[in-house]
């Protein structure tokens, strides 16, 4: 009944080079997640077409990542019903 699909990094290039928020062209990839340019945000771009354009408006996805602030275990979440994409 369910379908899981794991992107293990999405920023190797940039990881390599010590950048673990940002790729290579410098941008933020947790950043561009709404709107990615195709050009700037491949990444992001490809992998949000792929989710898109198998599960049209039916799916959920969790993103997990370290924080360089927050130590352990935390989580992060949107406290809005209405609007999911007012919380970041």
């Known amino acids: 009944q369910f379908i899981f699909k794991i992107v293990p990094m999405m ?10 928020r940002c790729s ?23 992998i949000k077409k792929m989710i898109v354009d198998s599960y049209g408006d039916k799916l959920a996805y969790i993103d997990l990542h370290g924080h360089s602030k927050k130590r352990g275990v935390f989580m992060y979440g949107c406290r809005s019903n209405n609007n999911p994409y007012e919380c970041r």
Do not use: C, I, Q, T
Request: charged share 25%.
């Open 24 to 46: 290579l062209f410098s941008r933020d990839l947790n950043r561009r997640w709404r709107a990615p340019d195709k050009s700037l945000h491949p990444e992001n771009f490809l």
């Open 11 to 20: 920023n190797p290039d940039g990881v390599v080079n010590g950048n673990y």
